[in-house]
């Protein structure tokens, strides 16, 4: 099979751009449990509180976490697995705009710049939506149980909203771009 040399050398960077973006992701997961105090511990303490529950009048049941901000043992750790999400999501969408930056420079596939606009798109708004709907609530001091559940069913049914929106992002880049021959 014969490549041309832009061919290679566009394959190569692609993989030297996969690369980078994996020991990225590795160091920052790396920082932010470092970052935070006990957050293995703290994320297990979270997931241990969770129960099947009946989504409102509906056969369906999910878990949703319960007894939380109740128990004033739990508060902590769940406020810093939120907030640690939110650091996350809001760090690895901007890593994600300067990958979008070296994807142009190396002239990477256009599929490739569509997937990682999809990308920004949902990372951004998951950082909006684990702000609104998890640490906002938390932070406010003044939620019960009940309503951080609800919360927590509200923040997953946006999430899905927004791999909705970030795959209409992804396809809505394809289009232009393919209009103007980027």
């Given at each position: 099979?014969?490549?041309?040399?832009?061919?290679?050398?566009?394959?190569?960077?692609?993989?030297?751009?996969?690369?980078?973006?994996?020991?990225f992701?590795?160091?920052?997961?790396?920082?932010?449990?470092?970052a935070?105090?006990?957050?293995?511990?703290?994320?297990?303490?979270?997931?241990?509180?969770?129960?099947?529950?009946?989504?409102?009048?509906?056969?369906?049941?999910?878990?949703?976490?319960?007894?939380?901000?109740?128990?004033?043992?739990?508060?902590?750790?769940?406020?810093?697995?939120?907030?640690?999400?939110?650091?996350?999501?809001?760090?690895?969408?901007?890593?994600?705009?300067?990958?979008?930056?070296?994807?142009?420079?190396?002239?990477?596939?256009?599929?490739?710049?569509?997937?990682?606009?999809?990308?920004?798109?949902?990372?951004?708004?998951?950082?909006?939506?684990?702000?609104?709907?998890?640490?906002?609530?938390?932070?406010?001091?003044?939620?019960?149980?009940?309503?951080?559940?609800?919360?927590?069913?509200e923040?997953?049914?946006?999430?899905?909203?927004?791999?909705?929106?970030?795959?209409?992002?992804?396809?809505?880049?394809?289009?232009?771009?393919?209009?103007?021959?980027?």
């Open positions: 099979m014969n490549q041309s040399p832009r061919g290679y050398a566009r394959g190569h960077y692609d993989g030297v751009l996969s690369a980078i973006s994996a020991g992701f590795l160091i920052l997961v790396g920082t932010i449990f470092v935070t105090p006990n957050l293995l511990h703290q994320v297990v303490t979270f997931l241990s509180h969770f129960n099947v529950v009946q989504v409102g009048n509906t056969n369906i049941y999910v878990p949703a976490p319960q007894h939380l901000v109740d128990n004033a043992d739990m508060y902590p750790a769940v406020r810093d697995v939120f907030m640690a999400a939110r650091e996350f999501s809001l760090i690895w969408g901007v890593f994600l705009i300067a990958m979008l930056g070296a994807r142009f420079l190396l002239d990477s596939p256009l599929r490739k710049k569509a997937e990682n606009v999809g990308d920004i798109v949902f990372w951004l708004g998951a950082t909006y939506l684990i702000q609104t709907f998890l640490v906002a609530p938390i932070q406010a001091s003044v939620i019960s149980d009940s309503d951080l559940a609800l919360k927590w069913f923040f997953w049914a946006a999430v899905i909203v927004f791999i909705g929106v970030s795959l209409i992002a992804r396809a809505i880049f394809l289009a232009a771009a393919r209009e103007r021959n980027i």
